[in-house]
């Protein structure tokens, strides 16, 4: 996102963070941050760098989220090519009771999963661009701070009023990635939904959209979360329910939990040792 972005692509990363101290249920104070940028000498990777502090700042600014300390490196390249500009930022939030807290792993068979945020497919700079198609263009996803701010607050609310015990942010790969996550930490599978909308399926399901999170809630739950985030002007629906050791999605063959841990944990090793 920096690269094809700085300033969308910075205020992103400082807007993830915050969704990352807000889906456990956190009121965000402040971040920190380290900037890594090549050599500002040159025209280029200095516009870089001032765009991403631009975009920084529009962040902390919108969200009320300040910059309490950070640090700057710089000049980081090899053989004269500088690394990818990469913002690297920190948040610190305040949990005020520890027993209404979320995590993103699912808790209990036949709960639904309800998605908060709007779908617009996104997939410009996306991970499913880079691997499926093989390339990387277009802009990045959009940053809309009222968005992120009314869901925000919608979710704190349902962690400490309604006792929402999972929460997950989408990011990186999109909706189908993110209730993968969910599944794997909670070892419970998902029979998903089919879409009926007018996006293309790749998109709803890998797009990259911003400002969205998925909860589980016992299923007479799920229409009283649609509508408080209805009366917040803010999109919402449900998206499958949980059950099993699968992922389920129509028309596709099923994937178990087992053989998708088993690639997801052996990535790693199998990367290290060169296979």
Known sequence: YVAADPDMGTRQAVVENWRNLTAVGADPLAITDNMNFGNPERPEIMGQFVQAVKGMAEACRALDYPVVSGNVSLYNETNGVGIPPTPAIGGVGLVPDLTKIADLALKAEDNVLVLIGRETGHLGQSLYQQIIAGKLEGAPPPVDFADEIKAGKLIRSLI?????RTVHDVSDGGLLVAVAEMALAGNLGVDLLGYDGPLPAHAIWFGEDQGRY??????????????????LALPARIIGRVGGDELRLPGEAPLKLAE????????????????
Do not use: C, F, K, N
């Open 160 to 164: 400490r009023e309604m006792g929402v």
């Open 214 to 231: 998925i909860v589980e809630v016992p299923s007479d739950q799920a229409e009283t979360v649609i509508e408080r985030a209805r009366l």
């Open 260 to 275: 998708l841990r088993d690639i997801h944990e052996s990535w790693l090793p199998r990367y290290m040792s060169g296979a």
